[in-house]
């Protein structure tokens, strides 16, 4: 098969032909149609990341017709399209996943950028009906990271108001989708001024732009205090979200972008009474909410580009830029 083969010395992406994967009992071989690009691939190849094993073919997102089982008892998903769910190993509690078996599809285990991929038969889910094969590769990783950022750990209701940060990124895209699909006041911030747009014209209140000077105080001003940010950059800046939001509201973060912050402002935490909550991918329960909630409400993930296989190195580019606003997905076939 075709694949996006990740080298060592030099690090480097390679389309090589490598041997189609074979299904073993209680496993499916997927056709991939399509594969999402995530933040979480740039951090294997730029080496921040644990245990990297080479060589790697990456990608957690993909979406395909399934060709092959490795049992019997799995005939009936041979020809359906499905989607897959990445995350493997979460565990019982849906409080948190097991700290030592939990993994993500693509590192140590070879991912969606090739023509096929092989997964256990629970991995895989039908494809909802209204997407494209690129818009349902785009859903997994970041739209199960924003469902449980929105729905479980900020409990994001139709009374609430919600400033979602970084908006144009995959995740906070997703983020934004889902809040506002359950009726709340969404404000967006950014360093992109087209973003902003972008995202009142998807149905956002408004927003701010962060690297304006008292962002947080014409924000204030604007949309008045918060019940929840949603962030994926933390940093110094969480001690304005700490203003922003109200007594009794929740700061729900995804990622650290910006580092740790040098102080944190913990009595006004204390007196406020917030509730500083860190969060990451989600339980196999809440993906299937995730998928029920996507038909239910008709959502369509927001796809920036498409670039094919052998153009992936332009793809991990755009992405680097940061320019896009939504997901980069790569057309295998």
Known sequence: MKALVLRQNPVAFHVEHVPDPMPKSGEVRVRLHAAA?????EWIYQGQYARIQYPAILGSDGAGVVES?????????IGK????????GWGDSNDAQHPKDYQVLGMPSQGTFAEYVVVKTDRVNLKPRHLTMEQAAALPLGGLTAFRAVMTQAEIMSTHKVLITGI?????QFALQFALAQGAEVWVSSSDDAKIHQAIALGAKGGVNYRMEGWHKELLTQAGECDAVIDSACGDQIN???EVLRYGGRYVFFGATLGKPKELNVQRIFWKQLR????????????????SYVEQK???PIVDSVFALEDATQAFETMRAGKQSGKIVLRIV
């Open 37 to 41: 690009l995530n933040h979480r691939d």
């Open 69 to 77: 089982v490795g049992s019997d008892n799995d005939s009936e998903w």
């Open 81 to 88: 399209e499905v989607m897959i769910n990445p995350q493997m």
């Open 168 to 172: 144009g990124g995959g995740v906070a």
């Open 240 to 242: 304005l979200f700490i």
């Open 276 to 291: 500083l909550q860190g969060t990451t991918m989600g339980s196999d329960q809440e993906y299937a909410r995730m998928l």
């Open 298 to 300: 008709n959502i369509v």
